[in-house]
Nanobody, 125 residues
Framework: QLQLVESGGGLVQPGGSLRLSCAASGFTLDYISIGWFRQAPGKEREGVSCISSSGGSTNYADSVKGRFTISRDNAKNTVYLQMNSLKPEDTAVYYC??????????????????WGKGTLVTVSS
């Protein structure tokens, strides 16, 4: 069974950091691009960051540029989202999603094939 499982969410104070993980099971991430999304209460889901299958191409939403870093460790079948300088407006459920192709040499936020169930990030003092 193909699954994505997010972890690493929690409660953090403004200015703090968290690292989210997206672990895949049932398939290898080697040829798959991954996107991170978030959905805050009362808001639509938005794309936050994505990474191509090789890791050579990444993208960030303007709201997180310079604060978030996406990376991948294909040997561990895991993609990470390092989140620094967190703000209250970053509070949301964060999801990772996999795009199986055909073009995984770049990345985007559409046509995702598999989704995780999400992890909650709360930024509050």
């Amino acid at each position: 069974q193909l699954q994505l499982v997010e972890s690493g969410g929690g409660l953090v104070q403004p200015g703090g950091s968290l690292r989210l993980s997206c672990a895949a099971s049932g398939f290898t991430l080697d040829y798959i691009s991954i996107g991170w999304f978030r959905q805050a209460p009362g808001k639509e889901r938005e794309g936050v960051s994505c990474i191509s299958s090789s890791g050579g191409s990444t993208n960030y939403a303007d709201s997180v540029k310079g604060r978030f870093t996406i990376s991948r460790d294909n040997a561990k079948n895991t993609v990470y989202l390092q989140m620094n300088s967190l703000k209250p407006e970053d509070t949301a459920v964060y999801y990772c999603a996999a795009y199986l192709g055909p073009d995984t040499d770049s990345c985007g936020y559409y046509g995702m094939d598999y989704w995780g169930k999400g992890t909650l990030v709360t930024v509050s003092s």
